[in-house]
């Protein structure tokens, strides 16, 4: 059972379209969610930087 309900949400579409006015930004919006991954990098760069005082 807990697999087939596994095998729903997989095979299921979570992603939305954006509607047709705003095709033009629709690779933009694909990378807007790892920005956040990028500064929690530049906070181990930083406390590199700064020997992790």
């Given at each position: 059972?807990?697999?087939?309900?596994?095998?729903?949400?997989?095979?299921?579409n979570?992603?939305?379209?954006l509607p047709e006015a705003y095709a033009p930004f629709?690779?933009?919006v694909d990378v807007l969610p790892i920005i956040p991954l990028l500064f929690l990098l530049l906070?181990?760069?930083?406390q590199a930087a700064v020997?992790?005082?």
């Open positions: 059972m807990f697999y087939t309900n596994v095998e729903t949400l997989l095979n299921t979570c992603f939305a379209l629709d690779p933009l906070a181990f760069v930083w020997k992790f005082r």
